[in-house]
């Protein structure tokens, strides 16, 4: 395998259904329920989630931090996690520029603005499942555990950068990097996944109470 392997996978197929937003919404009003069966066949036709995937490897592990393809990332849990690694999985995802594109005509009333924005956050559940799934199909993995920069205090968002510059850029999938370290589009996800025997998810160790991504409970740290 290479070590310079990077996949883009665009148009990523997942299946968007209006229940999946509807339940998130709960809405009454039989209105309310036409314009936002309206936007959703809009959104469908702009909607092309994507990712790109970077293969990389482990050089170093230290007490604090971890260096992969050259590049270092300070996290002691980062570090933990890839003790015994030596390939590792970096991405980048998002519902794709154009549906961000989309979202921004609704920006001037509040209410469809929210409806937008929840629409574009469907589409990263899907993506992640169809990344887990490949990453283990692809690689021969069953299990896999992942860490993301900014989920957690000892892995800060300002890692954002390295993440980036071990992927070799975004530009090719649509999403760019602010200087607060956040994404555009603003429904983005990034992370490193990695080969696990036990069960690691960052919502473990994520007190935040109220996330609609919350994957499992927190159990402290």
Same mark, same amino acid.
């Given at each position: 395998?290479?070590?310079?392997?990077?996949?883009?996978?665009?148009?990523?197929?997942?299946?968007?259904?209006?229940?999946?937003?509807?339940?998130?919404?709960?809405?009454?009003?039989?209105?309310?329920?036409?314009?936002?069966?309206?936007?959703?066949?809009?959104?469908?036709?702009?909607?092309?989630?994507?990712?790109?995937?970077k293969i990389a490897y482990v050089d170093e592990v230290s007490d604090d931090g971890v260096t992969i393809n050259g590049i270092f990332f300070k996290s002691?849990?980062?570090?933990?996690?890839?003790?015994?690694?030596?390939?590792?999985?970096?991405?980048?995802?998002?519902?794709?520029?154009?549906?961000?594109?989309?979202?921004?005509?609704?920006?001037?009333?509040?209410?469809?603005?929210?409806?937008?924005?929840?629409?574009?956050?469907?589409?990263?559940?899907?993506? #992640?499942?169809?990344?887990?799934?490949?990453?283990?199909?692809?690689? =021969?993995?069953?299990? %896999? /555990? @992942?860490?993301?920069?900014? +989920?957690?205090?000892?892995?800060? #968002?300002?890692?954002?950068?390295?993440?980036?510059?071990?992927?070799? =850029?975004?530009?090719? %999938? /649509? @999403?760019?990097?602010?200087? +607060?370290?956040?994404?555009?589009?603003?429904?983005?996800?990034?992370?490193?996944?990695?080969?696990?025997?036990?069960?690691?998810?960052?919502?473990?160790?994520?007190?935040?109470?109220?996330?609609?991504?919350?994957?499992?409970?927190?159990?402290?740290?």
């Amino acid at each position: 395998m290479e070590r310079n392997e990077r996949i883009v996978c665009e148009d990523v197929g997942v299946n968007l259904e209006l229940a999946d937003f509807i339940d998130r919404l709960y809405p009454e009003d039989g209105d309310d329920k036409t314009r936002i069966e309206e936007m959703w066949e809009e959104f469908k036709q702009v909607a092309k989630p994507r990712l790109v995937l970077k293969i990389a490897y482990v050089d170093e592990v230290s007490d604090d931090g971890v260096t992969i393809n050259g590049i270092f990332f300070k996290s002691g849990l980062l570090a933990e996690n890839l003790k015994y690694s030596h390939m590792v999985f970096a991405y980048v995802g998002s519902c794709s520029a154009e549906a961000e594109e989309w979202s921004h005509k609704y920006t001037n009333d509040p209410i469809e603005s929210y409806w937008a924005n929840i629409m574009k956050e469907v589409t990263i559940g899907p993506l #992640i499942m169809y990344l887990d799934n490949k990453i283990k199909s692809d690689y =021969g993995l069953q299990k %896999i /555990g @992942v860490m993301n920069p900014g +989920s957690l205090e000892d892995w800060p #968002i300002s890692e954002q950068p390295k993440l980036f510059e071990l992927i070799g =850029g975004t530009d090719d %999938i /649509g @999403v760019r990097l602010e200087p +607060s370290f956040l994404m555009i589009p603003t429904k983005s996800v990034s992370g490193i996944y990695f080969s696990t025997d036990k069960d690691w998810i960052n919502c473990r160790m994520c007190p935040r109470k109220v996330c609609q991504n919350r994957r499992v409970p927190f159990e402290g740290v």
